[in-house]
């Protein structure tokens, strides 16, 4: 409650705003205007641009085949690759979407469903 009180005391927002045509003020509605453009992510990724860039970095691997990538391929049963080559794709993918998919997680990702499934449900992905 004092870091509440703390942080009220020290933001300064304007009591009241005019509307375009300068009738009655709206403070409530300035309010949520100005939260809502400093909203960190509006423009999240839809699943099929997510589907397009993970095959993409998938078939840009220089040990795949392009022909036989689709998103529901297994890296190490399908495409014959090993951890190792399954690190190096995550690596890209962390490239691709400009995100750090941690140790954990990235060991669980060996096929481009879950690399599609992990990328769209992450919040920061772009």
């Not at 703390?6 to 300068?22: S, Y």
Request: net charge negative.
């Amino acid at each position: 409650m004092a870091m509440r009180a703390f942080v009220l005391r020290h933001i300064q927002l304007p009591g009241q705003t005019l509307t375009a045509t300068g009738s009655k003020p709206h403070p409530q509605w300035y309010l949520r205007a100005s939260l809502r453009l400093f909203s960190s992510h509006d423009d999240h990724l839809t699943k099929e641009e997510v589907i397009d860039r993970v095959l993409d970095v998938v078939k840009s691997f220089p040990k795949v085949d392009p022909s036989k990538v689709t998103p529901d391929v297994h890296f190490q049963k399908d495409l014959g690759l090993d951890s190792l080559d399954n690190v190096e794709i995550v690596m890209g993918l962390e490239e691709e979407f400009k995100l750090e998919i941690p140790d954990k997680e990235a060991d669980r990702i060996d096929s481009c469903n879950l690399a599609i499934e992990y990328i769209y449900n992450h919040p920061m992905a772009g």
